[in-house]
């Protein structure tokens, strides 16, 4: 079979440049598959879904994995394997930021094990690859005949020098003081996630709008496309309907909904409420079973399952929209009680306690060299990390038993959601350390995320890390039926899988420093948007007192028992020298002083790092640096020593170089044996006088330390020995044989 013609659809972007969607050309044998294509950037991606749900399947199997190949952008693996191997964490976000928006667009009762694949195969380093993922991952489904209530699109946003930019090219994000991934179908916003430089709510909202615009002209860049593909793009799978029964429906809502009722308003704890919860429908299985036979109940068991769950969550959401009161008593907009601890844990660098509810996150700070940075190794380059977090979820948190893994895609996204909120507000100046933070979430009933803001944030304090203000979290819900709304602060666990949209906002007192949102409600108005956000600045304020009543700002200094490091500046050309040949001079001075020495090249500048828990030991190798990276001026004025003896001058040093006193420069008087005057080991006073362009020799001087000697009244010199040891001048004055006067004869010393 020949090559197929492939069928492409295209847009520009506001700046431009052109986004290209292309199918019908690459992996066709998938239900879906497109190539998009922005400059030398290209992201394809791939939809495949089962014919049929597997027998029994109660929930959507969906998989979202996003890969660069490094070959995309020329570079080859720098682990062992010299391959790609399992999706990095930075992988696993974007994966993350795409399944989000898409999987609730998926109709209820499709549960066909679906697996999306979405890879980078060439990549320009200055186009962010991320904010295109997700509209190839939507164009292939768009293309394929799988059931899907998009299309879908994200895009970046950011302000840059006070202007909103659509998809930015890395350099420029340099400069951003608010950057977000936005997704949203052509109606409303899906998904939302970012980080900023303390903005205001109005400028959030502002910026998503800006972002919704660009996503509309992408999403009908992919309905042309699919038109153009025909009848595979237009006619979509059926779907299995779900199974019914009125009459369960009707038993079940008569024999619980009053039960369910009277639970939910008895604001019992997490643990009680889900037993007695689970009790309402054990009860109702049995009185069924008895009427009906185990037979009929092996039959129906999942259909009571479903309507029992949807049944409960109808009575909690409407519980709250009638009563504004919630499942653990509070008010709409209370928050759960929070305490603090600092100074927890003696032997680390900084630990904190925060416990809101039944939420509790212990955080620990431990502050490390340069050495000690996280490397980051994706297809775009390498780099390196001095601030790290890690967020660890371990089953006690929520009761449960379960097998200790890796961290999972929640882990590293909650991770990622504390670390880029806590990132604004590190010390920009006077930082050499490396801060690892790590969240141990004790006990967790809603926003464990947000606690680890908060614990990090104390824990850091604690510490002594000058971070610029303190940052809290808070996790919002909202629930509505179409004609009422309930905006909830402080989410419980179970109130996020029941409301209608769910966002974690973290902030100082002067704004946002980071956002997740996920928008379930269809055709929620901006307006709705500003009313919560501005109820989560409330709630975020509240939290932020209670965190500065246990420790208001962070301590003056280091724990004892932290490493101390202290930085100087060198110029560039130095830090060879300091370095040594194969890194021996450095060796040396870091086993003679006990300290851990680094040195990064920022410009024309080597920044040297010295570490050590002994202060004085930092100031010993501190001087030996400077003793290497020392830069004379000519007229400085120096005590040298003596070091090797020649017939026209000596070798001196000092403070670390070496320079000529050339015999010439050692006296007014006249010198015919230097070694009857300096002897190896002499102190002697001397003057830098010149330095040589092209070897960078010292002329030092000693004569130009001296009193000149008087002429006497014939114009000569009195040829008086200057103290120093050396003979007289016995030659007196030279001539002056050029024009002028006429030379005149020395006087006789009496």
């Not at 042309?224 to 009707?250: C, F, H, S, W």
């Not at 020495?597 to 004085?616: M, P, Q, R, T, Y």
């Not at 010292?698 to 009193?707: I, T």
């Amino acid at each position: 079979m020949g090559q197929q013609i492939p069928v492409t659809s295209s847009f520009n972007l506001p700046d431009g440049r052109t986004v290209t969607i292309e199918t019908g050309k690459l992996a066709t044998q998938a239900d879906g598959s497109v190539l998009v294509r922005v400059g030398n950037t290209m992201i394809l991606a791939t939809v495949v879904s089962a014919k049929e749900a597997k027998e029994g399947q109660s929930f959507f199997p969906l998989s979202v994995d996003y890969q660069e190949k490094f070959a995309s952008a020329g570079r080859i693996p720098g682990n062992f394997f010299r391959r790609e191997t399992k999706l990095s964490d930075y992988e696993i976000l974007i994966s993350r930021l795409v399944d989000r928006a898409i999987r609730p667009l998926f109709p209820d009762g499709y549960m066909n094990e679906t697996q999306i694949i979405a890879n980078l195969i060439s990549a320009d380093k200055d186009t962010p690859p991320d904010a295109f993922v997700a509209l190839a991952v939507s164009s292939a489904l768009t293309v394929s005949d799988i059931p899907f209530s998009g299309p879908i699109s994200e895009v970046r946003v950011a302000r840059i020098n006070g202007e909103f930019v659509i998809n930015p090219g890395k350099s420029a994000l340099e400069n951003a003081d608010i950057e977000l991934l936005v997704g949203a179908t052509m109606s409303d916003v899906t998904m939302v996630e970012g980080e900023a430089k303390e903005c205001s709510e109005k400028d959030l909202v502002e910026a998503i709008k800006v972002a919704h615009d660009a996503i509309k002209v992408q999403i009908q860049a992919q309905l042309d496309l699919a038109q153009k593909v025909g009848e595979k793009a237009l006619n979509k799978r059926a779907i299995k309907p779900l199974p019914e029964d009125e009459e369960i429906k009707t038993q079940l809502t008569d024999f619980a909904t009053d039960k369910l009722y009277q639970i939910a308003k008895s604001f019992l704890d997490k643990s009680a409420r889900k037993e007695q919860f689970a009790a309402i429908k054990e009860q109702f299985v049995a009185a069924l079973t008895e009427e009906k036979g185990e037979e009929y109940m092996e039959e129906k068991g999942e259909l009571v399952d479903y309507y029992y769950d949807k049944l409960k969550k109808e009575v909690i959401r409407n519980m709250v929209l009638t009563d504004s009161v919630r499942l653990d008593g509070r008010k709409l907009d209370e928050i759960r009680p929070i305490w603090c601890e600092v100074d927890y844990l003696p032997s680390t660098h900084g630990s904190a306690i925060f416990t809101r509810g039944e939420t509790q996150a212990l955080a620990s700070l431990t502050l490390g060299s340069k050495l000690d940075e996280a490397m980051i190794d994706n297809a775009l380059g390498m780099y390196h990390d001095k601030f790290i977090l890690h967020y660890n979820f371990p089953p006690y948190s929520t009761g449960e038993v379960k097998p200790l893994r890796a961290p999972g895609r929640r882990e590293v996204g909650h991770a990622n959601l504390a670390a880029r909120s806590l990132r604004q507000v590190l010390p920009t100046e006077n930082n050499p350390y490396t801060i690892r933070i790590v969240s141990d979430i004790l006990e967790s009933n809603g926003s464990s995320s947000m606690a680890t803001v908060c614990a990090g944030t104390l824990a850091m304090m604690d510490g002594g890390i000058q971070i610029k203000a303190p940052v809290a979290g808070i996790a919002m819900g909202l629930i509505s039926d179409g004609q009422r709304t309930a905006v909830l602060s402080d989410i419980l666990g179970d109130e996020d899988a029941l409301g209608d949209m769910d966002f974690k906002l973290t902030g100082t007192e002067k704004g946002i420093t980071g956002c997740q949102m996920d928008i379930k409600i269809d055709g929620m108005p901006y307006e709705l948007l500003e009313r919560a956000l501005d109820q989560a600045r409330a709630g975020r304020l509240h939290i932020l007192e209670k965190m500065q009543e246990t420790i208001a700002e962070p301590r003056e200094d280091y724990k004892p028992h932290a490493p101390r490091i202290e930085q100087i500046i060198i110029e560039k050309s130095f830090i060879g020298a300091v370095i040594g040949p194969g890194g021996k001079v450095i060796q040396e001075i870091q086993a003679d002083t006990g300290t851990i020495i680094n040195i990064e090249e920022v410009g024309d500048k080597g920044i040297v790092s010295i570490a050590s828990a002994d202060k004085a030991s930092i100031e010993k190798a501190m001087n030996r640096i400077r003793q290497i990276a020392f830069v004379p001026n000519i007229g400085d004025v120096f005590t040298a020593v003596v070091k090797t003896v020649m017939p026209y001058g000596v070798f001196v040093e000092f403070n670390g170089k070496s320079g000529l006193l050339h015999v010439s420069e050692m006296s007014y008087s006249r010198i015919d044996n230097v070694e009857d005057v300096f002897k190896e080991g002499d102190e002697v006073k001397v003057q830098l006088i010149d330095i040589d362009r092209k070897t960078g020799k010292y002329r030092m001087s000693r004569k130009s330390l001296m009193a000149k000697p008087e002429r006497n009244g014939q114009g000569g010199t009195d040829g008086q020995d200057d103290g120093g040891g050396e003979r007289r001048d016995r030659g007196g004055d030279r001539r002056n044989r050029g024009g002028g006067n006429p030379p005149q004869p020395s006087q006789s010393k009496k």
